[in-house]
């Protein structure tokens, strides 16, 4: 059996952490082709001794002599800077890159790597917000598959299985309503940053983890369906669901509903992007009834919670609009970690900067790029 060789970017995050643990614990199956990371260049010299990939990248280009000093006596290729990642992408070595860097930085990598003719395992969603119909396009002229790794999407891919001549109704993405279920905006004007940063359920970065606790990362996610599985925005609803026991559901023309379940954990739909069409043995924690006598389901409050509300007339309007939403997501995210705006300040500015871009109703990737460059620029002003 020819073993799958893997990219993967973005390597010192929470995805890239357990993509090594699960690459490593199927040796016979996948092998670690190449590592990037942004900053954390002490975790992808540990990762790149422990894995021996055969290139390793770091974006930040004033760790590439630490990197390179580092890694001197190993059989290692070493690169710096965001076109170094955009280049070893499409390296005949790979067939699978999994793109789990943060936030629009994934955008061109995965375009290279779609144009290269890569399999695209998808833990980047902010690339389907900000150019979804670009990626999607190419996708299919490259015959170049999309394999979700976000839970939702995985599970959705997953009730696909065997449907191929049977078109889906509607889906329903579950959400666990983050650590601010059922407040009030009147509560959530006094909410900080560390209570934003303890998610209930899952154990991930610090932007998702805040884009979770504004239902922007699921808004997110109902942009990313649109786009994986080709909806429109009335056939995609967002369901609360405390326990992320049920990763989402699809329904069918004849009514009928199929779930994907499990103990929520990220590997799992690692693995299967992987793994695809096959399902390998795991030792994951196995679910047990018991422990969950009740599983719940209520409405999302989008009235409390607009960044959902936002993604959908971003979703809605199309053309750039989706773009600039994730710009301005970017730049509020990071300054709410640097306590420099209130977490509801940060819907007030992206819905003000939505108002104030310029709308391209069929934008190409440089308007893309430029859209993203002055949304940053406004957004900024506005804090
Ligand atoms: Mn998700």
């Known amino acids: 059996m020819t073993k799958k060789r893997i990219a993967?970017?973005?390597?010192?995050?929470?995805i890239g952490t357990q993509a090594i643990e699960v690459i490593e614990a199927n040796p016979d199956r996948f092998e670690v082709e190449i590592l990037t990371a942004n900053n954390n260049v002490d975790l992808l010299i540990a990762q790149a001794r422990q894995v021996q990939p055969n290139?390793?990248?770091?974006?930040n280009e004033q760790h590439y002599e630490t990197l390179c000093e580092a890694l001197e006596n190993e059989p290692i290729k070493v690169y710096a800077g965001a076109e170094a990642i955009a280049q070893v992408v499409q390296v005949s070595t790979v067939d699978i890159v999994l793109t789990?860097?943060?936030g629009y930085s994934g955008l061109i990598p995965t375009i290279k790597a779609i144009e290269a003719g890569k399999h695209i395992a998808l833990a980047n969603k902010e690339?389907?917000?900000?150019?979804?119909?670009?990626?999607?396009k190419l996708a299919r002229e490259k015959n170049v598959n999309i394999y979700p790794v976000d839970s939702e999407h995985s599970a959705i891919f997953q009730c696909l299985c065997g449907e191929m001549q049977n078109p889906m109704e509607k889906i329903y993405l579950t959400c666990s309503g983050g650590p601010f279920r059922g407040m009030s905006l009147e509560q959530?004007?006094?909410?900080?940053?560390?209570?934003?940063?303890?998610?209930?359920?899952?154990?991930?970065?610090?932007?998702?983890?805040?884009?979770s606790a504004t239902l922007m990362n699921k808004g997110f996610e109902v942009i990313e369906a649109k786009w994986l599985f080709d909806l429109t925005p009335e056939q995609i609803d967002i369901i609360v669901h405390p326990q992320s026991i049920v990763h989402?559901?699809?329904?069918?023309?004849?009514?009928?509903?199929?779930?994907?379940?499990?103990?929520p954990d990220m590997k799992l739909p690692i693995i299967y992007a992987f793994s695809y069409p096959e399902r390998l043995k795991t030792d994951f924690p196995r679910f047990n009834f018991l422990d969950y006598p009740t599983l719940t389901f209520e409405q999302p409050n989008l009235e409390v919670f607009r960044n959902a509300a936002l993604a959908y007339q971003a979703m809605?309007?199309?053309?750039?609009?989706?773009?600039?939403?994730?710009?301005?997501n970017e730049v509020v995210v990071d300054a709410f970690l640097k306590e420099k705006i209130s977490f509801l300040g940060m819907s007030d500015v992206i819905e003000k900067v939505m108002g104030k871009m310029d709308f391209i109703a069929a934008p190409t990737l440089n308007d893309y790029v430029e859209t993203d460059k002055k949304a940053r620029q406004l957004t900024c002003e506005l804090i």
């Open 55 to 59: 290139m390793v990248v770091i974006a």
């Open 316 to 328: 809605r309007k199309g053309g750039n609009l989706a773009c600039t939403l994730n710009a301005a």
């Open 127 to 136: 690339t389907l917000v900000v150019a979804g119909d670009i990626i999607s």
């Open 100 to 102: 789990a860097m943060v």
């Open 248 to 263: 989402s559901i699809a329904q069918f023309e004849d009514g009928s509903m199929k779930a994907q379940m499990g103990l």
């Open 8 to 14: 993967i970017l973005g390597s010192t995050g929470s």
């Open 188 to 211: 959530l004007e006094k909410v900080t940053r560390d209570d934003a940063l303890r998610h209930p359920n899952w154990d991930m970065g610090a932007k998702i983890t805040i884009d």
